[in-house]
Nanobody, 122 residues
């Protein structure tokens, strides 16, 4: 059973950067695509980025394209989300979850982590 734990959130000024980590337990981590989603107060959960099992395929939500980069290190059972040029509208709780493939719909994912708060001050 793969369990996911997010970390790396915090408070940052607009224009700054943060790197989130999604660490997994279990030997089957590399069998799954991993996605990042976020939920801002009063809003629905939003797709941020996803990466396939090998790391070759990556897809991004329109609001983060060109600013965020997803990557994975299967030897460390970890997926990263590098967030640059942060904006106040990026403020949200960020979650990772696993899927059979790199999908953008949250219904394709399960095993959600507890989330990590990202707050961008303007």
């Amino acid at each position: 059973q793969v369990q996911l734990v997010e970390s790396g959130g915090g408070l940052v000024q607009a224009g700054g950067s943060l790197r989130l980590s999604c660490a997994a337990s279990g030997r089957t981590f590399s069998n799954y695509a991993i996605g990042w989603f976020r939920r801002a107060p009063g809003k629905e959960r939003e797709f941020v980025a996803t990466i396939d099992r090998s790391g070759a395929l990556k897809y991004y939500g329109d609001s983060v394209k060109g600013r965020f980069t997803i990557s994975r290190d299967n030897a460390k059972n970890t997926v990263y989300l590098q967030m640059n040029s942060l904006k106040s509208e990026d403020t949200a709780v960020y979650y990772c979850a696993r899927s059979l493939g790199p999908a953008s719909r949250d219904t394709e994912y399960w095993g959600w982590g507890q989330g990590t708060q990202v707050t961008v001050s303007s």
